[in-house]
């Protein structure tokens, strides 16, 4: 029978990307008859987070807060407001167009994802009952990028004899030349392994030999491979 960690193996993305949108609050303020505007509090941050394989919880994350910004939308036809799908599309037109959203490289479907659907029935109930709001809302926008040891070794740099300064042509886990089969660096240092030697290894997020941290210097490489997407070639089945 197959255990919980290997169908998460075989079926999760080695790495994954996740939108979380909070809505803080939501008011409306009195306007001029026949004045429409929408008044947009955005906390935008990013985070990388490794999830080791079976476990409950992330190993190690980083965070990359953006702050707030504060952003008022002038509506020059009220009439897309007055339906929920006319609405949804002005308030995903806002929001692409604060500079902290685009910052965090959201996908077309993400950007969907980004509306707060609660706030949308809000709107449109006011803006069909007045004729004249300033719509007020606060909302927070987290983009998570989750990876485990398949996404760590994959962005470890694929080794070559002319590449290291030392020369090292055996692997530190096994002994065995490198050349013979699929080999990678680490980010960290100069260190070089088979993949399949340094798989048993890369859930400590550490180099075998010199013990120096591999996860933070691979997140760059992380965090573009989670908007690229990833090589699978030579990949080996983690443990």
């Known amino acids: 029978m197959a255990t919980n960690r290997s169908r998460r193996a075989a079926t999760a993305p080695p790495i994954q990307r996740r939108i979380n949108v909070t809505t803080i609050c939501f008011n409306e303020e009195a306007a001029p008859a026949g004045q429409f505007a929408v008044r947009v509090v955005c906390y935008a941050a990013a985070s990388i987070q490794f999830w080791r394989l079976g476990a409950y919880r992330p190993h190690e994350s980083d965070m990359e807060p953006f702050g ?39 996908r077309e479907d993400e950007w969907n994802a980004v509306v707060p659907e609660d706030v949308v029935p809000e709107i449109v109930g006011a803006a069909g009952r007045g004729s004249g709001f300033t719509f007020c809302f606060h909302m927070g926008v987290h983009r ?92 080996p089945d983690i443990e």
């Not at 180099?207 to 070639?233: H, K, N, Y």
């Open 144 to 235: 998570r990028v989750i990876h485990d040891e398949r996404g760590l070794l994959m962005a470890c740099k694929e080794w070559r004899l002319a590449s290291t300064a030392l020369g090292e042509k055996d692997c530190g886990v096994c002994l065995d030349g490198l050349e013979r089969e699929s080999a990678v660096q680490m980010t960290c240092c100069e260190h070089a392994f088979h993949r399949r030697c340094i798989s048993e290894w890369i859930s400590k997020a550490t180099c075998p030999m010199c013990r120096r941290d591999v996860w933070r210097p691979a997140l760059p490489e992380i965090l573009e491979l989670s908007f690229t997407g990833a090589p699978a070639q030579d990949m």
């Open 68 to 106: 707030a910004t504060t952003t008022t939308f002038l509506v020059a036809d009220p009439a897309t407001l007055r339906s929920a799908a006319a609405c949804r599309g002005a308030l995903r037109g806002m929001l692409a167009a604060l500079p902290h959203l685009r910052s965090l490289r959201l």
